[in-house]
Nanobody, 121 residues
């Protein structure tokens, strides 16, 4: 069974920084794209940043220049460095990975449970 576990959330003042981490464990053959999503009070889940297995990245416009996504393929891990945080960044941040458990299986989506990020004004 595959698990994605996030860490690094917390309470920070506006303008501050946080670094989120997510580690995938269990039976994993390979991981394709990894990403961070966030879910606000309305429960809508929106993508924040995405990174391919080759390291190409893209970001939602609202975080460009402030957030940086990276990954460590040897550790099956993805990170999100968040700088210049704003109150509107407050949300539960969820880790996402497309992975396969065997060489002959399809890539399937997997989610972590999320970590709370709260930015006070």
């Amino acid at each position: 069974q595959v698990q994605l576990v996030e860490s690094g959330g917390g309470l920070v003042q506006a303008g501050g920084s946080l670094r989120l981490s997510c580690a995938a464990s269990g039976r994993i053959f390979s991981i394709n794209d990894m990403a961070w999503y966030r879910q606000g009070p309305g429960n809508q889940r929106d993508i924040v940043a995405r990174i391919t297995s080759g390291g190409s990245t893209n970001y939602v416009d609202s975080v460009k220049g402030r957030f940086t996504i990276s990954r460590d393929n040897a550790k099956n891990a993805v990170y999100l460095q968040m700088n210049s945080l704003k109150p509107e960044d407050t949300a539960v941040y969820l880790c996402y990975a497309e992975l396969r458990t065997e060489w002959y299986t399809n890539f399937t989506p997997h989610w972590g449970r999320g970590t709370q990020v709260t930015v006070s004004s």
